[in-house]
Nanobody, 123 residues
């Protein structure tokens, strides 16, 4: 069993930055692919970014060039650096772990989920 704990959310003005962290328990973190998803009020949860065990990354189009996903296997932590934030980025952000190791934008490919952290961007 893997537990994921997100942190780093908060309130920021448009144009600002935040860095989200997701700390994972377990000894096989380096083998997992990790993803970030988000759910805005009244909307379905959507894919944001993922990174596989080889540190290849993939992003949804709306965040390309603004968000960066990275991982530190020594700390069993995945990060999401978010720059140039805008109000449309307001959502609860979730991290997720895929035991298979390959990156995916599909929720069903992920086996473990965190509780989420709120990001609010004011205009």
């Amino acid at each position: 069993q893997v537990q994921l704990v997100e942190s780093g959310g908060g309130l920021v003005q448009a144009g600002g930055s935040l860095r989200l962290s997701c700390a994972a328990s377990g000894r096989t973190f380096s083998n997992y692919a990790m993803g970030w998803f988000r759910q805005a009020p009244g909307k379905e949860r959507e894919f944001v970014a993922c990174i596989n065990w080889l540190t290849r990354t993939y992003y949804t189009d709306s965040v390309k060039g603004r968000f960066t996903i990275s991982r530190d296997n020594g700390k069993s932590t995945v990060y999401l650096q978010m720059n140039s934030l805008n109000p449309e980025d307001t959502a609860v952000y979730y991290c997720a772990a895929n035991r298979g190791g390959g990156y995916s934008s599909e929720e069903r490919e992920y086996d473990y989920w965190g509780q989420g952290t709120q990001v609010t961007v004011s205009s």
